[in-house]
C-alpha cells in the first residue's frame, strides 16, 4: 500500500493527487536531490544511503553509461571517456574551455558550445549533465512515489548566480534531456537562504560563502518582499576543498621524504591528506598509516595547529573576493545581517573563524553544507508544486522583456520594464484621443524597441462603449498582470464608467532565448535611431491634435470671432504643419507647432473670454464669489 | 478500542514535530473522497478541536475527529521503509476493501 505522509493542517491532498517537486543541486564535483516529506526538507539517498552523487559520468563503447560513484572510481582508468565537472562547460565555447588548462578530453568545436568525443560518440555537455539529471530522477521516483502510479510535478534546480543566459538555458536543456520538468532555476545562494528560511524574514542582506571542492563562490543577496535579488557575486574558479588537501600531502610528501612517483601512491597519499582534513575538524591531531606500492609503510601524522598554519594563505585568499563582493554591492560588513555557509569545505574550524572574524558575527551553519543548496530547493520546489498556501510563495522569476502598448503614432509604451520579477502588476492610464472617441483599439506589445513594428505584436482587442467625452478626458486605466506562470492578462477599464474588457496572453510562448537575446541586442544597437523615431513619432502626433482642436475650434467659434485675416493667417498656418508634419523633422515639426499656437493666440483668449462671459451671463456678483 | 502508534512511528512523529518546530501531535481521520469512498488523511495538529479524541501512545498524542474513529478504531499506525520510499502505513481493522494503492478504502 502506499505509504503516507504528515501534511500540514488543512493541507492533506486528495488521494493520486499528490504533488510531488524536487530540489536538485547539480553541482561540479557533486549533486544531491531533495524533497519535502512530512513538512521537512531532506535528502532523497541512493540504494547504498549515500547522499551525495559524485557529478561522473563514464561512456562505454556499448553505449552504457554509468553515473557516479563507480564513475568515479574508474577515472584513473579511462580518463578520456569518464567526464568529470561537467558543470565547467555548460553553454562554453570551446575558447571558454582552453583556460582551464590541459584536460584529458577531445574537444570538438561546436556552434555554442563545445562537443566531447567518447567511445559512445560525441556528446555535448548538456547530454552529460542529462546522464546525472536522469539517475537523480530515478533515484527521486523511486523515494517518492514508491508502487505509486504518481508523476514528479517538477524540479527546481539550482545553479551559480554568476551562469548568464546561455549557461542557464543549457542546464534546463539538460533537464528536458533527463525528462525532467523544471519548475525554475534557482540561484545557489538563494536556494542556501531558503535552506535557513532566511526568506521568512521580511528584508535583510545576506552574504552566502559557498567553498565547494574546486570552487569558491561568495554572494551578496538583498531579501526584499520575499523576493531574493543578487547585488554581487564574486570568487575564486580555482580555488576549494582539494587545494587544501593538495597542501597536506605536499605537507607530507616534503617533511616525510615521500619520493614516490607513482600514480597510485600518490591518489592513496591524497585520500589519507583528505581524511586527516575532515578528521581535524572534531579532533585536535590525526594519525594514520600509507602503505606504498613498493611495500614500505608510512605513518602519516598531523595536529591542527600544523594544518591550519600551513593552509592560512588559502583561507586569507577567500577573504579577498568577499571584500570585493561587498564593495561591489557598496557595503560594509556591518550592513550584513547574516553570513550562510555553504560546501563541505567550510567546516574547517579555521575557515569558520575567518569568516567570523570578517563579519564579526557566527556564520549560520547548523544545516549541513553539503546538502543545504539542495534542501532550499526542495522548500522552493515543494511551494511552487502548490503544496503550501499561498502567502508565502517566493517567486523569483524575472520577465524578459518589456511588456507595453501601442500609443498614437505607432510608438510602443512601456507598462512592466523588462527583468521585473513576477508575479507583477502594473496599471497606466491613458485617454482618448478625438472628441467623442468611443472606443480604443489596444495592441499589447512585447520588445525593447520605441516603435511598435520592431516589437512583437502578442494582442488585439477594442475597449468599445467609452462614454462620449471631449479628448483627453476620458480616464482609461490598461493594467497589466503577469502571474507565477508567466501568462499576461491585459485589462482595459474606462474608469467614469466602469466599461471594461480584458485578454489573456503569454509572452513567452514560443520565444526561444536566442530569440530573445536577439531583441535584446537589437533595442541597443538601434538605440539613436529609436529615439529619433519616438521624437518624430511624438511630434507628428502632437501636430494632428492640435490641427484637430483648431479646426474644431473654428468650426464652432470662427465664423464669430475672426475677421477674415485672421482667418486666413490660421488657415495658412494649418496647412503648413500639415505639410512639414509629413516630414522627417522632429523639431521642424515643433517649431510650426509653435507658430500654430502662436498665430491662434488671439483666437484662444477671446474665445476663453466669451465663455467666462457666456458663465457669468445673468448672475450676480454675489453668486459668483469664489466660494 | 483505541488509535495506537508503533514504536516506531512514533518517533518519527516526534521527530518530525521537533523539526517541524511546534505543534502538539498529529490528526488521523478520514475524508470521503478517493477512488474507494474514503481517504486517510493525516496532519500535524496545532491546537486540538473540541469534540476531538486524544489517544496517547509511547508518548505521542493522536487527535481523532469522532466522525472518522467509526472508521478507523483499532487503527494501528506503523511507519515503514519499503526500499528507498518510506511513511506511514495503517493497520485498520474496518478496512474491507481498498484501491490498489491502499491510499483510499472501504468499510
New interface residues.
Given amino acids: 500500500?502506499?505509504?503516507?505522509?504528515?501534511?500540514?493542517?488543512?493541507?492533506?491532498t486528495?488521494?493520486?493527487q499528490h504533488r510531488l517537486a524536487v530540489g536538485i543541486d547539480l553541482g561540479t564535483t557533486n549533486s544531491l536531490v531533495a524533497a519535502v516529506?512530512?513538512?521537512?526538507a531532506e535528502v532523497?539517498?541512493?540504494?547504498d544511503n549515500q547522499p551525495l552523487l559524485p557529478s561522473v559520468v563514464r561512456y562505454f563503447a556499448d553505449g552504457r553509461v554509468v553515473v557516479g560513484h563507480d564513475a568515479k572510481a574508474s577515472q584513473a582508468e579511462d580518463p578520456q571517456n569518464t567526464i568529470v565537472s561537467v558543470k565547467r562547460f555548460m553553454g562554453r565555447g570551446i575558447a571558454d574551455v582552453a583556460k582551464y588548462g590541459a584536460l584529458p578530453y577531445q574537444f570538438e568545436d561546436a556552434s555554442g558550445m563545445v562537443r566531447l568525443k567518447t567511445v559512445a560518440g560525441t556528446k555535448s555537455p548538456v547530454d552529460i549533465s542529462a546522464e546525472i539529471l536522469k539517475v537523480l530522477k530515478q533515484?527521486a521516483d523511486?523515494?517518492?512515489?514508491?508502487?505509486?502510479?504518481g508523476e514528479l510535478v517538477g524540479a527546481v534546480i539550482t545553479v551559480p548566480a554568476y551562469f548568464d543566459d546561455a549557461q542557464r538555458q543549457a542546464t534546463k536543456d539538460a533537464a528536458r534531456l533527463a525528462g525532467l520538468n523544471v519548475l525554475r532555476l534557482l540561484n545557489e545562494p538563494t536556494a542556501a537562504a531558503i535552506a535557513y528560511g532566511l526568506d521568512n524574514r521580511s528584508e535583510g542582506t545576506f552574504a552566502v560563502f559557498d567553498l565547494g571542492g574546486g570552487t569558491f563562490d561568495i554572494s551578496i543577496l538583498r531579501l526584499s518582499r520575499g523576493v531574493f535579488e543578487v547585488l554581487a557575486t564574486n570568487g575564486d574558479s580555482a580555488l576549494g576543498g582539494d587545494d587544501f588537501d593538495q597542501a597536506i600531502a605536499a605537507h607530507w610528501r616534503r617533511t616525510l621524504g615521500i619520493a614516490s612517483t607513482d600514480q597510485r601512491d600518490l591518489r592513496r597519499l591524497l585520500m589519507r591528506a583528505r581524511e586527516a582534513k575532515e578528521a581535524l575538524t572534531s579532533n585536535s591531531s590525526t594519525e594514520s598509516d600509507l602503505a606504498l606500492s613498493l611495500g614500505q609503510s608510512i605513518k602519516l601524522k598531523l595536529s591542527r595547529e600544523e594544518f591550519h598554519a600551513m593552509t592560512d594563505a588559502l583561507v586569507q585568499r577567500t577573504l579577498q573576493p568577499v571584500k570585493k563582493a561587498l564593495r561591489d554591492a557598496k557595503l560594509s560588513v556591518e550592513e550584513v545581517d547574516g553570513v550562510v555557509m555553504v560546501g563541505g569545505a567550510t567546516r574547517m574550524p579555521h575557515v569558520q573563524a575567518a569568516v567570523a572574524k570578517l563579519f564579526g558575527r557566527e556564520p549560520l551553519n547548523n544545516l549541513d553544507p553539503d546538502k543545504v543548496v539542495a534542501l532550499g530547493a526542495a522548500i522552493q520546489a515543494n511551494t511552487l508544486a502548490g503544496n503550501r498556501s499561498g502567502d508565502d510563495l517566493l517567486l523569483l522569476d524575472v520577465i524578459p522583456l518589456s511588456l507595453g502598448l501601442e500609443t498614437m503614432g505607432g510608438l510602443a509604451e512601456k507598462v512592466i520594464p523588462r527583468n521585473s520579477t513576477i508575479p507583477v502588476a502594473r496599471a497606466q492610464e491613458f485617454t482618448t484621443y478625438k472628441d467623442g472617441q468611443t472606443a480604443m483599439a489596444i495592441h499589447v506589445v512585447q520588445g525593447e524597441r520605441e516603435l511598435v513594428k520592431d516589437c512583437r505584436s502578442l494582442a488585439r482587442f477594442d475597449l468599445r462603449g467609452i462614454p462620449p467625452m471631449v479628448a483627453g478626458a476620458a480616464r482609461i486605466q490598461v493594467m497589466f498582470q503577469v502571474d507565477a506562470d508567466g501568462l499576461l492578462s491585459v485589462s482595459a477599464r474606462e474608469t467614469t464608467s466602469g466599461v471594461e474588457t480584458r485578454v489573456e496572453v503569454k509572452p513567452s510562448y514560443g520565444l526561444a532565448d536566442d530569440e530573445i537575446a536577439a531583441m535584446l541586442k537589437s533595442s541597443v544597437s538601434h538605440a539613436g535611431e529609436d529615439a529619433a523615431a519616438r521624437a518624430l513619432a511624438e511630434e507628428r502626433v502632437e501636430a494632428a491634435r492640435t490641427i484637430e482642436a483648431v479646426e474644431a475650434a473654428l468650426r464652432k467659434d470662427g465664423d464669430e470671432l475672426l475677421a477674415t485675416d485672421e482667418r486666413a493667417a490660421i488657415e495658412s498656418a494649418i496647412a503648413e504643419l500639415g505639410e512639414i508634419a509629413k516630414g522627417e523633422q522632429h523639431r521642424e515639426i515643433k517649431d510650426a507647432i509653435a507658430r500654430l499656437a502662436h498665430v491662434t493666440e488671439n483666437f484662444a483668449a477671446r474665445r476663453m473670454d466669451r465663455s467666462v462671459a457666456n458663465a457669468l451671463r445673468g448672475r450676480k456678483l454675489d453668486d459668483v464669489k469664489l466660494s | 478500542m483505541a488509535i495506537t502508534l508503533t514504536d516506531r512511528a512514533a518517533k518519527h512523529v516526534q521527530n518530525y514535530l521537533t523539526k517541524r518546530g511546534k505543534g502538539v501531535g498529529v490528526r488521523f481521520g478520514v475524508r470521503t473522497t478517493g477512488c474507494s469512498g474514503m481517504a486517510y488523511k493525516l496532519e500535524f495538529v496545532d491546537a486540538a478541536g473540541d469534540e476531538d479524541q486524544t489517544f496517547e501512545s509511547h508518548g505521542v498524542k493522536v487527535f481523532v475527529d469522532p466522525k472518522s474513529l467509526v472508521y478507523i478504531d483499532g487503527t494501528e499506525l506503523d511507519f515503514v521503509r519499503e526500499g528507498l520510499n518510506e511513511g506511514f502505513k495503517f493497520n485498520n481493522p474496518n478496512e474491507k476493501d481498498k484501491c490498489g494503492c491502499g491510499e483510499s478504502f472501504n468499510v
Avoid: F, V, Y
Fill in positions: 500500500m502506499a505509504l503516507l505522509q504528515i501534511a500540514e493542517p488543512g493541507e492533506s486528495a488521494p493520486h516529506r512530512s513538512g521537512t532523497l539517498r541512493d540504494q533515484q523511486k523515494a517518492l512515489l514508491g508502487n505509486d502510479d
